[in-house]
């Protein structure tokens, strides 16, 4: 079975450029979540998706937003990009509730 | 901001020895989980204990939970030079949602 799979791998981009991320979940798995990893920290969550339905936002600027779609595969969009976007931004999936989440290899990107 | 914490923030031990990572976190959970991390790249699942577990193994490793003093730890028994990474607890607050600590980092030296 594949596991969570992001695209693309590395990505560059210029300050104010959008950029658009995506996300492919387990098969079976209906939670998609987000999350931004900058260098030398812990993960922090951004959004979360069940049923394609929006179920959390963390405390990030309106330029985030995300989406999930009938196949329960996600994008999450960040517009007028700033240098401090630049992170690792890791998708994660789940059956939902008190069980596992599994996370993807991350997107780089790179904001210069 | 972590409303995690990891302790210590870093480890270094000889291949053979335990390694013991012990996490904090701020808020009532459904349970926590705990991810490696090798070279900046993708979380790989290492175990979760739920609200009302209080110790799970899986292979050698050990982990514990004590919801009381809003605390966990991880032990990695006879370590090998490939459990070389970093390591992160994720509190789960709600419905997968996840507070990450800054990690442990573990070096162990052949």
């Known amino acids: 079975d594949a596991g969570v799979t992001q695209s693309p791998t590395h990505l560059i981009k210029t300050r104010g450029q959008h950029v658009t991320l995506r996300c492919s979940p387990i098969?079976?798995?209906?939670?998609v979540s987000w999350y931004q990893q900058v260098l030398g920290q812990g993960p922090q969550f951004i959004f979360q998706?069940?049923?394609?339905?929006?179920?959390g936002r963390g405390n990030f600027p309106d330029r985030f937003s995300a989406r999930q779609f009938p196949n329960y595969s996600s994008e999450l969009n960040v517009n007028a990009l700033l240098l401090g976007d630049s992170a690792l931004y890791l998708c994660a999936s789940s059956l939902g509730g008190n069980t596992e989440a599994f996370f993807g290899q991350g997107t780089r990107l790179t904001v210069v | 901001s972590q409303q995690g914490e990891e302790d210590p923030q870093a480890l270094s031990i000889q291949e053979g020895e335990n390694a013991t990572m012990n996490c904090s976190y701020k808020t009532s959970i459904n349970n926590l989980q705990w991810y490696r991390q090798n070279s900046g790249r993708g979380l790989v699942h290492l175990i979760l204990i739920r609200s009302n577990e209080r110790e799970k193994h899986s292979g050698r490793l050990r982990v514990t939970l004590d919801t009381s003093k809003k605390s966990s730890s991880l032990l990695i028994t006879a370590s090998r030079a490939a459990d070389t990474a970093s390591y992160f607890c994720?509190?789960?607050?709600?419905?997968?949602?996840?507070?990450f600590g800054s990690g442990t980092k573990l070096n162990v030296k052949p």
């Open positions: 994720a509190a789960d607050y709600n419905f997968n949602k996840f507070y």
């Open positions: 098969s079976g798995h209906k939670s």
């Open positions: 998706y069940y049923e394609k339905e929006e179920r």
